[in-house]
Nanobody
């Protein structure tokens, strides 16, 4: 079982930037696809982005396409989410996840990190 710990959340003004990090341990990092999801109060969990084991493929959710960038550093067992041009509707708890495919079946999850965007 892989353990995931997110960090980097906080309060940011609309139009600003924030970078989230997720460090993995307990399993060979490069054997997992990684993903970022988010959940706002009263809403269902939403797919943000995922990245393949090699980093060569990275689909995005429509609401963040062109503003957010997912990347990974297999040497550091870390996946990142660079958030640019943030909007108040990006406010949510952001979760890191690991699994066998960028398209689903994420079986391991972190505890989440809060991102709040002020207008």
């Amino acid at each position: 079982q892989v353990q995931l710990v997110e960090s980097g959340g906080g309060l940011v003004q609309a139009g600003g930037s924030l970078r989230l990090s997720c460090v993995a341990s307990g399993r060979t990092f490069s054997s997992d696809a990684m993903g970022w999801f988010r959940q706002a109060p009263g809403k269902e969990r939403e797919f943000v982005a995922s990245i393949s084991m090699s980093g060569s493929r990275a689909p995005y959710g429509d609401s963040v396409k062109g503003r957010f960038t997912i990347s990974r550093d297999n040497a550091k067992n870390t996946v990142y989410l660079q958030m640019n041009s943030v909007k108040p509707e990006d406010t949510a708890v952001y979760y890191c996840a690991a699994g066998p495919s960028i398209f689903g079946n994420f079986g391991s999850w972190g505890q989440g990190t809060q991102v709040t965007v002020s207008s």
